[in-house]
């Protein structure tokens, strides 16, 4: 079992520019999560994925996030025009079931706007 | 406001004694969830204890639950210096609900 994996780890960005961040759920869950941690902010739910549907986006900024699952091994998360606010630490988790009863977590992509 | 808190913001022990950090919460929950954070990695899930649990164990760990006060509390006993983390409750509010909601965390040091 490899875990939830993310890439990259690192991404350095200037303001304006997109980036893109991609996360490989681990085989077999069902659900996929992405989560933005600052340290004012905290853990703050961006959205959700049921079987690869996107059944929850109310924490995504809505002009310049999306996030889509093409396939059951990945998800990608696109910031558009990014901004220093949205640097933050952004994690994938995955979970066997619908609940959220229990979330796997990866390592996370820092993203830093300069 | 936060549905699920930690109470303090940090904790300092020393190596060999017991820690204990508390949780409010402000919804009804099916179950409640504490995960642990160490430098440069993601949460890891240390106990899930559903709503008709008092009491769960995971080793050194210990996770309370009561539902009356909503609250909850997560003690370790004989800390190691790998312990230090930041320690996060969590909740999922409602029957049928996905979306974990999380506490601000409660950062512990434990130091030699």
């Known amino acids: 079992n490899a875990g939830v994996i993310q890439t990259p780890r690192h991404k350095v960005t200037g303001k304006g520019q997109e980036a893109t961040l991609w996360c490989e759920p681990i085989?077999?869950?069902?659900?996929v999560f992405w989560y933005r941690q600052t340290i004012v902010q905290g853990l703050e739910f961006l959205t959700y994925?049921?079987?690869?549907?996107?059944?929850?986006d109310s924490g995504m900024p809505k002009e310049r996030f999306s996030a889509q699952m093409p396939n059951q091994s990945h998800s990608t998360l696109k910031i558009q025009s990014t901004q220093p606010q949205d640097s933050a630490v952004y994690l994938c988790?995955?979970?066997?079931?619908?609940?959220?009863?229990?979330?796997?977590f990866g390592e996370g992509s820092r993203l830093i706007v300069v | 406001s936060q549905l699920a808190e930690e109470n303090l913001w940090a904790l300092s022990v020393h190596e060999g004694e017991s820690v204990t950090v508390n949780c409010s919460y402000k919804?009804?929950?099916?179950?409640l969830q504490w995960y642990r954070q160490k430098s440069g990695e993601g949460p890891a899930q240390l106990i899930l204890?559903?709503?008709?649990?008092r009491e769960k164990r995971n080793g050194r760990l210990r996770a309370t639950l009561d539902t009356s006060s909503q609250s909850s509390s997560l003690s370790i006993t004989a800390t190691r210096c790998e312990d230090t983390a930041v320690y996060f409750c969590?909740?999922?509010?409602?029957?049928?609900?996905?979306?974990?909601?999380f506490g601000s965390g409660t950062r512990l040091l434990v130091s030699p």
């Open positions: 988790a995955s979970s066997l079931d619908y609940s959220g009863n229990t979330l796997y």
């Open positions: 085989s077999g869950h069902s659900a």
């Open positions: 994925f049921r079987n690869q549907a996107p059944i929850d």
């Open positions: 919804t009804s929950i099916t179950a």
């Open positions: 204890i559903r709503s008709n649990e």
């Open positions: 969590a909740t999922v509010p409602g029957t049928g609900g996905y979306k974990v909601v």
